[in-house]
């Protein structure tokens, strides 16, 4: 089955710690992203990346990096410069068309908790 | 200004009945289109529905529907016949043709639909 799987889904970060979550899709999408969910929140966007080797900053990208070396994999990782990193991240992606009815799908999510 | 709007407190439906799910926007794109997400407890985001804004027609999937009044700015999801597991938080979502293609959307804060039995 395509799809997209986030790993892990429970993380807990250290005082002073870089973590990594994981993203990978096998629907031969073109452009991935990550967001963050806050309690009560909608999404907000973090990184976004339409070609290998290519990603563009989103609202919130303090304290995130990314990396894009395949098309399937796009991980994020919360580096100990982002001072409140407790929330719900999710990965998405999309086939790349001219404008039009391109969707984002959604992967289950990561739980990030600092201790 | 918020660029999506959703202001309804959590909202509650007997099963099989209709709800209607309220979502206003704001842009000054011509062209944009407009998403509805629905969320369950688990977490994941579950694409439901897109509304272009030159589609003439309002877009139906299922038993989803979208009353887009777009004079008004308003892309509002009806859920016909609601069953116990619509209970979700659902979300509103806008690409603008600005933001280039394929790039963010700009979500609202989500209603929380509860269907009693």
């Known amino acids: 089955d395509g799809g997209i799987t986030q790993s892990p889904k429970y993380l807990f970060r250290k005082e002073g710690q870089n973590v990594t979550l994981s993203c990978e899709q096998n629907l031969n999408h073109d452009a991935m992203y990550w967001y963050r969910q806050d309690p009560g929140q909608g999404l907000r966007l973090i990184y976004y990346?339409?070609?290998?080797?290519?990603?563009q900053k989103g609202d919130i990208a303090e304290g995130y990096s990314v990396s894009r070396e395949k098309k399937e994999s796009f991980p994020l990782t919360v580096t100990s410069a982002q001072k409140n990193p407790t929330a719900f991240y999710l990965c998405?992606?999309?086939?790349?068309?001219?404008?039009?009815?391109?969707?984002?799908?959604f992967g289950p999510g990561t739980r990030l908790l600092v201790l | 200004a918020q660029k999506i709007t959703q202001t309804q407190p959590g909202m509650f439906v007997q099963e099989k009945e209709a709800v209607t799910l309220d979502c206003t926007y704001d842009?000054?794109?011509?062209?944009?289109?407009l998403f509805w997400y629905k969320q369950p407890s688990s977490g994941e985001m579950i694409f439901l529905i897109y509304q272009g804004s030159y589609d003439e027609q309002n877009a139906t999937e299922g038993r989803y529907s979208l009353n887009f009044q777009k004079a008004r700015k308003s892309a509002n999801l009806v859920i016909s016949a609601s069953q116990l597991g619509d209970s979700a938080m659902y979300f509103c979502?806008?690409?603008?043709?600005?933001?280039?293609?394929?790039?963010?959307?700009?979500f609202g804060k989500g209603i929380t639909l509860s269907v009693r039995p």
């Open positions: 979502a806008m690409r603008e043709e600005g933001s280039g293609a394929n790039s963010k959307l700009t």
């Open positions: 990346s339409q070609i290998v080797n290519d990603f």
């Open positions: 998405a992606s999309s086939k790349l068309l001219a404008w039009g009815r391109e969707t984002q799908y």
């Open positions: 842009t000054s794109d011509q062209s944009y289109g």
